[in-house]
T-cell receptor, first 112, second 111 residues
Framework: EAGVVQSPRYKIIEKKQPVAFWCNPISGHNTLYWYLQNLGQGPELLIRYENEEAVDDSQLPKDRFSAERLKGVDSTLKIQPAELGDSAVYLC??????????FGPGTRLTVL | QKEVEQNSGPLSVPEGAIASLNCTYSDRGSQSFFWYRQYSGKSPELIMFIYSNGDKEDGRFTAQLNKASQYVSLLIRDSQPSDSATYLCAVITGGGNKLTFGTGTQLKVEL
């Protein structure tokens, strides 16, 4: 069974530019998560989807970040405009049960 | 107080020894506890979960949970150099499905 797929794996952009990350969860997993991980820190939840519905987006900086999960499968996380402090690894995870989450390989974003 | 606390390490153990990784959490209502392993440059990989007080063993790994003390630990027996990684403790908090991570403990297994 394929795991969580993310693309791109690496992205380098200049500040103020937009950027988008894509995630395809494990088949059958209704819950999808986007996390941000800074160096030396644990992942921090940005948003959680149950099917198409964003049920927890309290930590998503809505002035510049947006996310969508059309048809309850794939998801896209967007940043516009990017800032230097957005440089981090963006992780997507999915789960079938309420708790056991499986992570994708992540997208390493560098903002110059 | 952080919701999930871990010593950042590094924790160095000789090959073949037992590595003991510790984690405390603040939400007394937490019910689900996880250990993830993260190699440098890679994403977290689930290695153990535990829901009940006591010990849970899986191969060389043993998770220990003490809800009264709000304490979770991971023991790795017969440590191998391939166990060298950062170990993240994670707890379901907020009475729901939010998984909160600690900052991780870096483990180094030395030859």
């Amino acid at each position: 069974e394929a795991g969580v797929v993310q693309s791109p794996r690496y992205k380098i952009i200049e500040k103020k530019q937009p950027v988008a990350f894509w995630c395809n969860p494990i088949s059958g997993h209704n819950t999808l998560y986007w996390y941000l991980q800074n160096l030396g820190q644990g992942p921090e939840l940005l948003i959680r989807y149950e099917n198409e519905e964003a049920v927890d987006d309290s930590q998503l900086p809505k002035d510049r970040f947006s996310a969508e999960r059309l048809k309850g499968v794939d998801s896209t996380l967007k940043i516009q405009p990017a800032e230097l402090g957005d440089s981090a690894v963006y992780l997507c995870a999915s789960s079938f049960t309420a708790d056991t989450q499986y992570f994708g390989p992540g997208t390493r974003l560098t903002v110059l | 107080q952080k919701e999930v606390e871990q010593n950042s390490g590094p924790l160095s153990v000789p090959e073949g020894a037992i590595a003991s990784l510790n984690c405390t959490y603040s939400d007394r209502g937490s019910q689900s506890f996880f250990w993830y392993r993260q190699y440098s440059g890679k994403s977290p990989e689930l290695i153990m979960f535990i829901y009940s007080n006591g010990d849970k063993e899986d191969g060389r790994f043993t998770a220990q949970l003490n809800k009264a003390s709000q304490y979770v630990s991971l023991l790795i027996r017969d440590s191998q150099p391939s166990d060298s990684a950062t170990y993240l403790c994670a707890v379901i908090t907020g009475g729901g499905n939010k998984l909160t991570f600690g900052t991780g403990t870096q483990l180094k297994v030395e030859l």
